[in-house]
């Protein structure tokens, strides 16, 4: 089961998703996901962050920001599984973007909560739009987002971005196994 790989347990109660070394955690009421601190990404304060994002990391190159982990919370209405959460944060990674694969995942969590550990992960390509300290117009761009309902039926979608040669599929395999849902 390519789950257990993600996983490390903690006792019988929960289980901790595995943050590499070198990352930090976002940490927010619904889960906690790791950030590659180690590779530049530092944690963007609440005064500066968008209102819609509960916890944001970001890697910024001179002054352009070439990578970025949010967590946005309770971002869409009447979702009440991992499906319905994908479907509406798939809608918002937008025109343009090309989709290279879907799959169910487990996340870490407690023992307890069997459907809210389960979710949906969405990888995607897409171009930079220059605007708002992104890269230049046209420089590719890759992400990975995971949508689901944390323990309370909140949804939410975790996400790692990054200019395409900054990441590659380790890391987005590190990220969604670094996510405990709560």
Same mark, same amino acid.
């Given at each position: 089961m390519g789950a257990a790989l993600l996983l490390t347990g903690c006792g019988g109660h929960q289980d901790t998703a595995s943050v590499?070394?070198?990352w930090g955690t976002l940490d927010t009421k619904s889960l906690s996901v790791g950030y590659p601190k180690s590779e530049g990404y530092a944690v963007q304060p609440a005064s500066e962050r968008a209102r819609s994002n509960a916890a944001v990391a970001l890697q910024v190159d001179d002054g352009i920001r070439t990578g970025m982990v949010s967590v946005q919370l309770d971002f869409a209405t009447? @979702?009440?599984? %991992?499906?319905? +959460?994908?479907a509406a944060?798939?809608?918002?990674?937008?025109?343009?973007s090309t989709r290279t694969a879907t799959e169910d995942v487990r996340l870490a969590g407690p023992d307890s909560a069997d459907e809210a550990r389960e979710a949906r992960r969405i990888d995607y390509d897409f171009t930079a739009d220059g605007q708002e300290d992104t890269p230049n117009a046209g420089t590719p761009m890759?992400?990975?987002l995971v949508a689901g309902v944390d323990t309370k039926g909140v949804?939410?979608?975790?996400?790692?971005?990054? @200019?395409k040669d %900054?990441?590659? +599929?380790?890391?987005?395999?590190a990220f969604v196994g670094s996510i405990t849902v709560k």
């Open positions: 590499p070394e070198g009447g @979702v009440s599984d %991992a499906a319905g +959460a994908a944060a798939g809608a918002g990674i937008g025109l343009g890759t992400g990975v949804p939410f979608v975790a996400r790692l971005n990054a @200019v %900054a990441v590659d +599929a380790e890391d987005l395999d």
